[in-house]
């Protein structure tokens, strides 16, 4: 049996597998991932007791890595936008108020950050990503930022009085 007919016999099994654990265009998307790695990086194993336990270790590393993803970016736990209640158009006057009095605080507190806190969340607002604004802020590490970003966030609640209402 050649290489070719190997990997197209092991990406059933490997999407198989994928398929039981996640949905199925996950399961797609974990199985290329897999199949390119093998064949870029794994392409002098060619014998079948080698190629399976590796090609399933790699499956196992691509779906551990895909749930971590998720996690970090909340894809678990989101809520539809459908189901959110939609703001009344015409707020009562204590609610605008209330919200205006928020926002009073709020760029109070912005104002007695530092320019870096403040650049930081500038930079957020407009929508820019952590590897930009590491760019932006000319960092070698990504962990910096994401520092700075916690720290920055810490500081502005504190100054906000421990919480945001």
């Known amino acids: 049996m050649d290489r ?3 990997l197209a016999s092991l990406r059933e099994r490997i ?3 994928a398929t039981s654990r996640t949905s199925k265009e996950q399961a797609e998307d974990v199985t290329q991932e897999v199949l390119s790695l093998l064949h ?18 790699v499956l196992r590393y691509k779906m551990l890595d895909a749930h971590r ?16 209640s939609r703001a009344a158009p015409d707020a009562s006057p204590e609610t605008q108020l209330d919200q ?4 009073e605080r709020l760029m109070a507190a912005l104002a007695q950050l530092g320019v870096r806190c403040r650049e ?3 930079w957020k607002l407009e ?10 802020m000319g960092q070698t590490s990504i962990n910096t930022i994401y520092t700075w970003d916690l720290r920055c966030r810490k500081q502005l609640m504190a100054l906000m009085g421990g919480s945001w209402e």
């Open 120 to 122: 930081l969340f500038r």
């Open 40 to 57: 870029e990086k794994y392409a002098h194993v060619t014998d079948l007791t080698d190629l399976v336990p590796l090609a399933f270790q």
């Open 100 to 103: 205006r009095q928020r926002v």
């Open 69 to 84: 993803k998720a996690l970090r970016r909340g894809e678990y736990n989101q809520e539809s936008v459908d189901d959110l």
């Open 15 to 17: 999407l198989g597998f």
């Open 127 to 136: 929508g820019k990503s952590f590897p930009q604004i590491q760019t932006l």
């Open 4 to 6: 070719d007919s190997i």
